[in-house]
């Protein structure tokens, strides 16, 4: 059974910064694509990050410079770096694995982004 369990969100000050973590368990966590959402209220989720098997990153434009999405096989996790953070950034985030078995997701974290 794939499990992935986010950690690491918080109330932080516009500009600072935040680490989110995603474990993984339950699949072979290095052949796999691993994807960050999120989901502010009001509106549809949507993608932020993506780190391929092979560590190849993809970013949203809008967090593109600000936000570094890398993973830690040995550790079977996934984390987002995000800096300079603004209050646009509010939200529950999410991770996020496609396999062949299914497409699954973790139970979010919130960001507060606020002064």
């Known amino acids: 059974q794939v499990q992935l369990v986010e950690s690491g969100g918080g109330l932080v000050q516009p500009g600072g910064s935040l680490r989110l973590s995603c474990a993984a368990s339950?699949?072979?966590?290095?052949?796999?694509?691993m994807r960050w959402y999120r989901q502010a209220p009001g509106k549809q989720r949507e993608l932020v990050a993506f780190?391929?098997?092979?560590?190849?990153?993809t970013y949203q434009d809008s967090v593109r410079g600000r936000f570094t999405i890398s993973r830690d096989n040995a550790k079977t996790s996934v984390y987002l770096q995000m800096n300079s953070l603004k209050p646009e950034d509010t939200a529950v985030y999410y991770c996020?694995?496609?396999?062949?078995?299914?497409?699954?997701w973790g139970q979010g974290t919130q960001v507060t982004v606020s002064s």
């Open positions: 996020n694995l496609r396999s062949g078995g299914g497409e699954y």
């Open positions: 780190i391929s098997s092979a560590g190849s990153t």
């Open positions: 339950g699949i072979i966590f290095s052949l796999y694509g």
